[in-house]
């Protein structure tokens, strides 16, 4: 059974930092590309950023581009985002995704083909 659980989600004001972990059991992190997905209130869910699984290659929105980093810790099994420079536009359930792919550089910017999700763990950002 695959399992995505991500946890460090809460308050923070604007301006602060704060890092989400997503921790995988049942696959292993570094065969998957990964995806951070974000539904703020009222709006559709949008992709942020999206890895291929070496780290060759990544896409960051220009929403996040700057301030948002990803990393991974292969002993854990478990990735991370890194938020920074938060802004109150950045509340929202964040996801984290995993894409199934044999090419060492794919990534995707579209849900759809991502294979498994995290449960979402909120955001708020406010003063």
């Known amino acids: 059974q695959v399992q995505l659980v991500e946890s460090g989600g809460g308050l923070v004001q604007p301006g602060g930092s704060l890092t989400l972990s997503c921790a995988a059991s049942?696959?292993?992190?570094?065969?998957?590309?990964i995806g951070w997905f974000r539904q703020a209130p009222g709006k559709e869910r949008e992709g942020i950023i999206s890895?291929?699984?070496?780290?060759?290659?990544?896409h960051y929105e220009d929403s996040v581009k700057g301030r948002f980093t990803v990393s991974s810790d292969n002993a854990k099994n478990s990735v991370s985002l890194h938020m920074n420079s938060l802004k109150l536009e950045d509340t929202a359930v964040y996801y984290c995704a995993a894409l199934q792919t044999q090419n060492d550089y794919y990534f995707s910017t579209f849900g759809y083909e991502y294979t498994y999700w995290g449960q979402g763990t909120q955001v708020t950002v406010s003063s």
């Open positions: 890895v291929s699984r070496n780290h060759g290659r990544s």
């Open positions: 049942g696959i292993t992190w570094s065969d998957y590309a």
